[in-house]
């Protein structure tokens, strides 16, 4: 019998559509609720809101048989079966949470459901999974609270919504757990191509699912062709190689325009990852992003999470970063707050953060 977790009960599959005390819930438990409830009453059609990887955030419909060839491809990719228990950790309202409740119910895999938050562990109840998924943010966290090891209870452990630093798949690398980086986006259903990030067998770059064909359009983006999707227009930019296979660069909206010349903040953000590394400071997360200029017209800016470093360091890291960016891509300025903003999907609201630094420091 298969059947799901909720605020400490257990509901088997078959007696979801019948509950008429879905009120006496929580709002989250109510949703997920209400998701499992119109799945198994076989709906045809769900609305979910982008993420924004191809354009302005918008409401979209999944059709059912969308939903069902991305399970069908994740099924197949990661043999999955039914009776499998599942942790469900990240937010079932956005694409990646809606889409692991739909595999459960599809698969008829037990799941336990529990409140996203940064460190999913405090509630959940069991010792084992066989999948699970998860944000950067709740890997980040486990990493600052020295709770890798938690990780051990998942067989199967997908991460996405944004990319992983170097630091964090580097921490990642001797756990038993199978981890995969995922690629997608809301408009293909979840995810389209995995990457094995650690242990003996891990991958340099993505693979594609079944039926997913990628090819590189204006401004090196990704454009996505499946059976539902004809030339899906993105804004990732890509390294695609022969094989098919691919590694992301960055976003093409992810720039800033300083004096003329044209920064990408991934690729700034990757040379502050190795750099802190280098330095054994990896233990606190950062942005890039810009600040108004008079001469440059934007001025790019590192924000880390952490208390005000000593002058001495900050010019260590300045030193260390200009072994890996040009001069012209070199931070102007270092800022320093207690905690980044993050969106509802997990990842850095660097706008949102640099707002609330500069607030602070009015």
């Known amino acids: 019998m298969s059947f799901i977790i909720l605020e400490q009960q257990q509901i088997p599959f078959a007696e ?3 509950i008429s005390n879905i009120a006496d819930f929580n709002d989250y438990s109510q949703s997920v609720l209400h998701f499992c409830k119109c799945w198994l009453q076989k709906q045809s ?15 979209i419909v999944w059709s059912r048989e969308l939903m069902l060839w991305s399970i069908n491809n994740t099924v197949r990719y990661l043999n999955l079966k039914s009776g499998m228990h599942i942790l469900h950790c990240i937010d079932a309202n956005k694409a990646g949470g809606m889409m692991m409740l739909a595999r459960a119910l599809y698969l008829k895999m037990s799941v336990e459901v529990v409140h996203p938050a940064s460190n999913p562990f405090t509630s959940a109840t069991s010792n084992y999974y066989n999948l699970a998924s998860m944000v950067p943010l709740q890997v980040a966290q486990l990493i600052a609270e020295s709770r890798l090891d938690e990780l051990d209870r998942i067989e199967v452990l997908l991460v996405g919504g944004a990319s992983l630093s170097n630091s964090m798949i580097n921490a990642l690398q001797n756990r038993p757990t199978r981890i995969y980086a995922t690629y997608g986006m809301t408009e293909t259903a979840s995810h389209i191509a995995l990457q094995l990030i650690n242990g003996v067998e891990k991958k340099p770059m993505f693979a594609l699912l079944p039926d997913v ?3 590189i359009g204006e401004n090196q983006c990704a454009v996505i062709t499946t059976p539902f999707h004809r030339q899906l227009k993105t804004n990732d930019r890509l390294f695609l190689g022969a094989d098919g296979r691919f590694q992301v660069l960055g976003r093409a909206d992810n720039t800033i325009n300083s004096g003329g010349v044209k920064i990408s903040l991934e690729k700034v953000e990757i040379a502050v990852d190795i750099a802190l590394t280098a330095l054994k400071l990896n233990f606190f997360n950062f942005c890039a992003w810009k600040q108004p200029d008079e001469k440059l017209g934007e001025a790019l800016i590192v924000i880390f999470e952490t208390a005000t470093l000593d ?12 072994h890996n960016l040009q001069k012209y891509e070199l931070p102007k300025r270092f800022y320093f707050t207690s905690k980044l903003v993050y969106t509802t999907s997990g990842k850095i ?3 949102g953060t640099a707002l609330s630094v500069f607030k602070g420091n009015n």
């Open 311 to 322: 002058t001495a360091i900050e010019l260590t890291i300045f030193q260390e970063l200009s």
């Open 16 to 18: 979801i559509p019948f």
């Open 349 to 351: 609201d660097r706008n």
């Open 213 to 215: 064909k990628i090819s």
């Open 45 to 59: 059609n769900f609305e979910i809101t982008t993420s924004g990887s191809t354009g302005t955030p918008q409401s």
